[in-house]
């Protein structure tokens, strides 16, 4: 199809763009108007804010970030000849700052849209930042009225009332929506809910790719009045959608289009783990990473994450083994560095560990030994770590899942030494289903780091449920904590022993000085260590 009177092709930019990168944006979005008027496209939709990209944060509030801003508007609306572009941008007047959309057509400003709700939840909070528009925005586009809506617009229902109202038939949705687990399935039942509400198709943009905790994982879709999805495109990878609609009558119609299907949990994560640490790494201009490899599943599997996202000439793993370091954990580092192909280093901290020991004697003097010597031994191969990353400039990759962070099973300074953390928001239970996961499309991981027992092996025949419950118990009294927010007794009556449940409850409590130290890590699940878990370190309360 080619756009003309009552038809539109309407082209969905699923970009992946840097926050601050004003002028690169810019660009990207100029090249991608041309490719879309050369694929015959009436309309072009980019992200929210997607000139400065998402979320900009308190850059917002620096003035030459408004200055860039302002200049790159006057490019991409000088670039847009044939067709109409939406584009996602911060607007400036003179004492506020909306969340807008700018729609551009032959050189001109023809609409902009300020976006209706802001969201202040979870990772949002966007009315630190923006003032709420609350008029709507109808435009003409080859005789179809299109309606403009921005991400939180749509999960409300108001906003695409009124555009109905305004007389749109065509409902239009830039977004700059982050990955959760599910979160696709959510977005299109969201969708149905407004198109059935409103009797108007609607056409979702989204985001792609990985800006510090929060990846983006595209999903572009149509969704029509009866629940149908018409088009979704892939999910974690650029592309520029092309979907084709018609006005019959009054209403408008959208020919089928490519329907990428949905994946499964453990693909979806894994995709975002991988997503979120090549963004991570080139974004920051990182030349590589280096990691910690035990012969653990923790370690394991995030290297094999690192090698998806950089490939192994990227990549180097380090074996630093001590006394209490099994050799079956050492053939199983040396394993999997094999299958991988990358640089494999065994650097043997025996006499780090004696030659703190031996500072500290005097001042340890007949004090029993205790998790300070342990923690010894964890903080060497920190050291160890972070002194490669300064040499080489490779960033280090901290390996601890989420289950320790909440429990402060990790060590300040030591294992928890990095610059990002890829599965600092998996629980124990799906590291596991992950590594799985990941044998099943190539054998990776030696089976046996995925079935012995996991242990921290600082101290002779340690096993991690020595000190913690065993992780399934575990997860899900944390499941209960962060993602339900339930008190001891709500948690108890799901089946969890007492006792359990507030000892789980007090190391959460206790170790958040640990966890605000602790580096950023790909946010997967509804309620992540980070933006999401704002408690107090200070606290009197205790949960009851």
Known sequence: MVSDNNSLRIALAQLNLVVGDVAGNTRRMIDTIQQARGAGAGMVLFPELAVCGYPPEDLLFHAGLRKQVAGAM????????????????????????????????????????????????????????????????????????????????????????????????????????????????????VLAERAADTGLPLVYQNLVGGQDELVFDGGSCVVMPNGDTRFRAPAFAETLGLVDCRLQGSRVQFEAGDLSPLADDEASVYDALVTGVHDYVEKNGFPGVVLGLSGGIDSALTLAIAVDALGAERVQAVMMPYRWTADISQADAAEQARR????????????????????????????????????????????LLMAISNKTGRMVLATGNKSEMAVGYATLYGDM?????????????LVYRLARYRNGLDAVIPDRVIERPPSAELAPEQLDTDSLPPYDVLDGILDALMLDDLSVDDIV?????????????????????????????????????????RYPITSGYRHG
């Open 417 to 429: 030494a990095g610059g990002f953390s890829p599965i600092k928001d998996c629980p124990k239970t």
């Open 74 to 189: 006057n490019e991409i609306g000088r670039a847009c000849t044939g067709l109409v572009a939406v584009v996602g941008y911060p607007e400036y007047t003179d004492s506020s700052i909306y969340n807008a959309a700018a729609a551009f057509r032959d050189g001109r400003l023809v609409a902009n849209y300020r976006k209706h709700c802001l969201p202040n939840y979870m990772v949002f909070d966007e009315a630190r930042y923006f003032e709420v528009g609350n008029e709507p925005c109808v435009i003409d586009v080859n005789g179809i009225r299109v309606g403009l809506t921005i991400c939180e617009d749509v999960w409300e229902a108001e906003p695409c009332r009124l555009a109905a109202a305004a007389g749109a038939q065509l409902i239009v949705s830039i977004n700059g929506s982050p990955f959760r687990l599910g979160k696709q399935a959510e977005r299109e039942g």
């Open 340 to 383: 991988l192909g990358v640089d494999y280093q065994v650097l043997p901290i025996e006499t780090m560990v004696q030659a703190t020991r031996d500072v500290l004697a005097d001042l340890f003097a007949g004090l029993a030994e205790d998790t300070t010597e342990e923690n010894i031994q964890s903080r060497c191969r920190g050291m």
């Open 493 to 533: 009556a799901r089946g969890f022993d007492q006792d359990v449940v507030v000892q789980v409850v007090e190391r959460v409590r206790r170790n958040e000085y640990k966890r605000r130290q602790a580096s950023p890590g790909v946010r997967i699940s509804a309620r992540a260590f980070g933006r999401d878990w």
